[in-house]
């Protein structure tokens, strides 16, 4: 799977546990409750993406780009995300128990630009963040950066997730 082009591939279902999708583009993909439980996506593109309920279970997605991915409801347990970039990506009522968002440099923290993570299960997450999270509920953005961003964190019982200026 490394290097592939799977670009808008309709992907929805499919069980790809453990394969490696290192430097892949899956751009504009469907990925509806596939299953990517401890797969490697090392700066692989999942931009524009389409998977309600997928499954990336203690995956690693250090790199990855989710630019405008529509990935509510997916599960992300114990995955490590960190330098990854998620620009408007929709992760509302994501499971990110556990999450590793990456050590403290500018290469390691995952971006977020407008993400939506309201009604996120964030406990347990670690790690730093830079950027801008809408933890509203659909409908009614609520925008938080910086110490707002790092208080929600802590309320949503993911108090070492850290957030650092952009």
Known sequence: M????LIAADLRGTV?????????????SLIEGARFVEANF??????ECSGAGADFTGARL????????????SVWSGAWVNAS???????????LRGV???PD???????????????ADVRGAGGWVEGSADVGPPGEPRVLVGDELA???????APEVRVGNV
Do not use: N, P
Not at 16 to 28: H, M, V
Not at 105 to 119: F, H, K, P, Q
């Open 100 to 102: 590793w968002f990456g």
């Open 85 to 95: 970039w998620m620009h408007e990506t929709d992760l509302r009522g994501a499971d």
């Open 105 to 119: 440099d500018r290469a390691g923290r995952t971006r977020l630009a407008s993400t939506r993570i309201g009604g």
């Open 2 to 5: 490394r290097y592939l082009y």
């Open 62 to 73: 250090v790199g990855a780009e989710f630019y405008r991915s529509e990935l509510a409801g």
């Open 151 to 157: 208080a929600w964190f802590a309320e949503q019982g």
């Open 16 to 28: 790809f546990d453990g394969c490696d999708f290192t430097k892949a583009e899956l751009q504009g």
């Open 42 to 47: 090392y700066k692989a593109c999942l931009s």
